[in-house]
């Protein structure tokens, strides 16, 4: 079985998110790869990690989920990399089930396309989680296949929530439009009962600075979340992608809120049940709920976990 170091995106992260993810993808990890070691990507890992992780001998540095890449790496600072890191995971690097930083240019700088190729494993192509991506890195050389993001990889069917139900939502505070917001947020809390997650400390102040009264919002935390979710809620209804996903791995009706591309492009690729960011459009659909299936492409899935399961020096 293949030693991986993997390469954390839940540690010293302020986006619980990432927590979800990670959570999402161990299960498959766990069943066909031998953890030896675990690196932040939040920071840079200390000598003491590094030492840990030299001792152990990975064969592979998994990175797990999120949209890290981006045609400029290093101006981003998505994942912080320095010359150390760089050469301590150069040419042994996989990618699983992470995407592309919002709406950007394909353009990659020269830097960026150098890194990318530098770090990627030959044998065990990067699992990417929607079509827009696979496109990009194919056009770079870097050998890519589609897998969907795997917080969807046990997913079958959806349907959405109706009005009058219970509901979980969520604000995103780095993408705002207090206007839209305020407009949504009000319609929603004037037609079902509304608790607040906020995925992040920051989400919170946004919540209350447009409208959300404090006694309705949960504590910054998954296990709230899932709590909430499982006793409580009878619908998810929010911008945050991956607390909407969390809502359908539970098996609670749920649409996200489109805020950004990775919800976007996971209606497109996946049949994820998004809806657009306007008043108007979310009461239609709470006014007519929608039911269908998820898609996962489970071929190419099974295939990437056995080249990465057997993959061999060499």
């Given at each position: 079985?293949?030693?991986?170091?993997?390469?954390?995106?839940?540690?010293?992260?302020?986006?619980?998110?990432?927590?979800?993810?990670?959570?999402?993808?161990?299960?498959?990890?766990?069943?066909?790869?031998?953890?030896?070691?675990?690196?932040?990507?939040?920071?840079?890992?200390?000598?003491?990690?590094?030492?840990?992780?030299?001792?152990?001998?990975?064969?592979?540095?998994?990175?797990?989920?999120?949209?890290?890449?981006s045609?400029?790496?290093?101006?981003?600072?998505?994942?912080?990399?320095n010359?150390?890191?760089?050469?301590?995971?150069?040419?042994?690097?996989?990618?699983?089930?992470?995407?592309?930083?919002?709406?950007?240019?394909?353009?990659?700088?020269?830097?960026?396309?150098?890194?990318?190729?530098?770090?990627?494993?030959?044998?065990?192509?990067?699992?990417?989680?929607?079509?827009?991506?696979?496109?990009?890195?194919?056009s770079?050389?870097?050998?890519?296949?589609?897998?969907?993001?795997?917080?969807?990889?046990?997913?079958?069917?959806?349907?959405?929530?109706?009005?009058?139900?219970?509901?979980?939502?969520?604000?995103?505070?780095?993408?705002?439009?207090?206007?839209?917001?305020?407009?949504?947020?009000?319609?929603?809390?004037?037609?079902?009962?509304?608790?607040?997650?906020?995925?992040?400390?920051?989400?919170?102040?946004?919540?209350?600075?447009?409208?959300?009264?404090?006694?309705?919002?949960?504590s910054?935390?998954?296990?709230?979340?899932?709590?909430?979710?499982?006793n409580?809620?009878?619908?998810?209804?929010?911008?945050?992608?991956?607390?909407?996903?969390?809502?359908?791995?539970?098996?609670?009706?749920?649409?996200?809120?489109?805020?950004?591309?990775?919800?976007?492009?996971?209606?497109?690729?996946?049949?994820?049940?998004?809806?657009?960011?306007?008043s108007?459009?979310?009461?239609?659909?709470?006014?007519?709920?929608?039911?269908?299936?998820?898609?996962?492409?489970?071929?190419?899935?099974?295939?990437?976990?056995?080249?990465?399961?057997?993959?061999?020096?060499?």
């Amino acid at each position: 079985m293949v030693r991986v170091c993997l390469l954390d995106t839940s540690l010293a992260s302020l986006n619980l998110g990432d927590q979800i993810i990670v959570d999402s993808c161990m299960p498959f990890i766990s069943k066909n790869c031998e953890i030896v070691s675990v690196l932040p990507t939040h920071r840079l890992p200390n000598s003491e990690e590094y030492r840990a992780a030299n001792t152990l001998g990975p064969d592979v540095m998994l990175f797990l989920g999120t949209n890290v890449l981006s045609g400029n790496a290093f101006r981003l600072k998505q994942w912080p990399v320095n010359r150390r890191l760089r050469n301590f995971i150069a040419g042994r690097t996989v990618m699983m089930g992470v995407g592309w930083w919002s709406d950007q240019s394909s353009e990659f700088t020269s830097q960026t396309l150098k890194f990318y190729r530098e770090i990627a494993m030959r044998g065990v192509p990067w699992s990417v989680r929607d079509l827009a991506t696979l496109h990009k890195m194919e056009s770079i050389g870097v050998e890519a296949v589609f897998t969907g993001c795997p917080t969807t990889w046990n997913l079958s069917n959806f349907s959405t929530p109706v009005a009058g139900a219970k509901i979980v939502s969520t604000l995103t505070s780095y993408r705002r439009n207090r206007k839209v917001d305020r407009e949504w947020v009000k319609s929603l809390m004037s037609q079902c009962e509304v608790f607040w997650w906020p995925q992040s400390v920051a989400d919170t102040s946004y919540m209350v600075s447009i409208g959300v009264p404090r006694e309705r919002i949960l504590s910054v935390d998954v296990r709230v979340l899932r709590h909430v979710l499982l006793n409580w809620a009878e619908g998810y209804l929010g911008t945050r992608l991956h607390a909407g996903i969390l809502a359908l791995q539970l098996g609670v009706p749920t649409a996200v809120i489109q805020v950004d591309n990775r919800t976007r492009e996971l209606g497109q690729d996946q049949s994820i049940p998004t809806v657009l960011r306007d008043s108007e459009e979310i009461a239609k659909l709470l006014g007519n709920p929608k039911s269908g299936s998820i898609f996962v492409p489970e071929t190419q899935i099974n295939s990437w976990l056995e080249q990465l399961r057997n993959w061999k020096a060499g």
